[in-house]
């Protein structure tokens, strides 16, 4: 028996990226071994690292159905998009989950009110893709490989963001430029809750940074398309195994990476990562950096790696602060953005947030 099912924007995207690699090693949506191994030990069945569930939810009628059903046929706004062989149908205890997963199950964190509000029963299986018009300006490891070997870069880099770039995550590509022959600037362009950049705000920002600053032939820059998950140190990882997919050798992580408000430690991610991948099982080298700041002292923008200044010196870089100064079409303190990148969100107007 087969049936159809109207899936989102967002599982649409997770379909896509199962199918080009992405999220490699999947080549379907979880079975409910497998999720119940993430999410309990970070890790599939056989043992590979994987920190996040990439599960199909679907409602209780279709779920009824699907128990009897070889294969379901994916819906998006009215057109056929791919399927779903069905391999295992199961139930989960979501707010037992995303206490495991997000460390809290507050419904004012952005991904655990995502997650809860989705359907509870889901089904695993591998997944093909009927409309190869979805594949049009889609990121795909063989096209970043390829860019990268024909750049001749050997060491690779990958620096996830959300957001315009700032001082201190100059910093840190600058940081991984020293390191590596080449930097992949990949921003998350995919769902994010409100009041975060917009796509076009993140992009134009970079692309002015790409132009006008970094080194010719040393930077490529493109867009990740998938949602933001704000699930901080497990997030961190399941963004390195990206990377890795897409041919990068090194990942960046710094502080509080992928997290949201006050739910994860400074450095949580930095911890999760050293107690995940020792013997390198990632596949992928992590850069563990510490958060740049502005001291006044030294002038310039440091970490507490390299410089010794306490406060009054030091300044802290506030992607808060830059983003409510931004929103008032002023540009932000110098010391944390450049001007000319914010004049290029400043342009934008009212298309500057989501």
């Known amino acids: 028996m087969k049936l159809s099912y109207e899936i989102n924007e967002e599982t649409l995207q997770d379909l896509i990226n199962l199918c080009v690699g992405l999220y490699a090693p999947l080549d379907g949506f979880m079975t409910s071994l497998d999720y119940h ?39 998006y706004r009215g057109n056929e998009v791919g399927t779903v062989k069905v391999t295992d149908c199961f139930k989960i205890d979501a707010r037992s989950d ?16 995502k997650e809860i509000e989705r359907f509870e029963f889901r089904v695993g299986g591998k997944v093909t893709l009927s409309d190869s018009s979805l594949l049009n300006n889609v990121l795909r490891p063989e096209k970043t490989k390829d860019v990268f070997s024909q750049k001749g870069w050997k060491t690779i880099v990958g620096f996830q963001t959300r957001n315009p770039i700032h001082r201190a995550h100059e910093h840190l590509q600058r940081v991984g430029l020293d390191l590596c022959d080449g930097l992949f600037i990949n921003p998350l362009i995919g769902w994010k809750k ?48 990206i990377r890795k997919n897409l041919g990068c050798t090194h990942f960046i992580i710094g502080r509080d990476q992928a997290g949201v408000g006050n739910y994860y430690g400074k450095y949580e991610a930095h911890e999760l990562a050293q107690a995940l991948t020792r013997g390198n099982q990632l596949g992928i080298d992590l850069l563990l950096l510490k958060g740049p700041y502005y001291c ?59």
């Open 194 to 241: 409100k009041g975060d950049f917009s796509e076009e705000a993140v992009m134009k920002a970079y692309q002015c940074m790409v132009n006008d600053f970094y080194p010719k032939n040393r930077v490529y820059l493109e867009g990740l398309k998938t949602h933001m998950r704000y699930a901080g140190p497990r997030e961190a990882i399941f963004h390195a195994i």
């Open 37 to 75: 191994h993430v999410v309990n030990d970070m890790k599939l069945s056989d043992k590979t690292i994987w920190t996040l569930p990439i599960t199909l939810d679907i409602n209780h009628e279709t779920f009824v159905k699907a128990v009897d059903a070889d294969q379901i046929v994916l819906i």
């Open 98 to 113: 995303v206490k495991k997963i997000y460390k809290t199950d507050d419904i004012n964190h952005p991904g655990v009110k």
């Open 296 to 354: 006044n002292r030294c002038g310039q923008i440091v970490s507490e790696k390299h410089c010794g200044h306490e406060d009054p010196d030091v300044l802290h870089v506030s992607g808060t602060q830059i983003r409510d100064t931004l929103n008032q079409n002023r540009r932000p303190d110098p010391r944390f953005m450049r001007p000319e990148i914010a004049d290029v969100i400043i342009s934008l107007d009212d298309k500057k947030f989501i």
